[in-house]
Nanobody, 123 residues
C-alpha cells in the first residue's frame, strides 16, 4: 500500500493551492488521514487530520484558512489551502494511521506516509 501526494507548487502570498493524496492497493478502509508539514530546519508538524467519519482537527496556525476533506470511495484525502502565507511554505506529507487491506485475509498497515509535496509561498 502506498500514499502519493500531488498538488504542491509555487503560489503568491494570499493565494490558494489544493493538495491531494491517494492511497493505492487493495484497500478496505482507512482510519485517520492527515497532512503534516516540515519547513527547512524545523520539525515535522501536524496541519490537519480527518477521521473516517469526517471529524476534523486543525493546527491553530491554519484553522480558518485550510480545509481537510476526504473521499473514502477513492481512498483520497485533500487539503484546500487558502490565504497562504510565507510561513506555510514547507514540504507537505500525507499520512494514514491505519490502513486495512486485503482481498481475503485482512491485514493492517500502520503509520503510512506519502512522499511529500513541496509548497512554496513567495512573491
Amino acid at each position: 500500500v502506498q500514499l502519493q501526494a500531488f498538488g504542491g507548487g509555487l503560489v503568491q502570498p494570499g493565494g490558494s493551492l489544493r493538495l491531494s493524496c491517494a492511497a493505492s492497493g487493495t484497500i478496505i478502509s482507512i482510519n485517520v488521514m492527515g497532512w503534516y508539514r516540515q519547513a527547512p530546519g524545523k520539525q515535522r508538524e501536524l496541519v490537519a487530520t480527518i477521521s473516517s467519519r469526517g471529524i476534523t482537527n486543525y493546527a491553530d496556525s491554519v484553522r480558518g484558512r485550510f480545509t481537510i476533506s476526504r473521499d473514502n470511495a477513492k481512498s483520497t484525502v485533500y487539503l484546500q489551502m487558502n490565504s497562504l502565507k510565507p510561513e506555510d511554505a514547507a514540504v507537505y506529507y500525507c499520512n494514514a494511521d491505519r490502513i486495512f487491506i486485503g482481498a481475503g485475509v485482512i491485514e493492517t498497515r500502520y503509520d503510512v506516509w506519502g512522499q511529500g509535496t513541496l509548497v512554496t509561498v513567495s512573491s
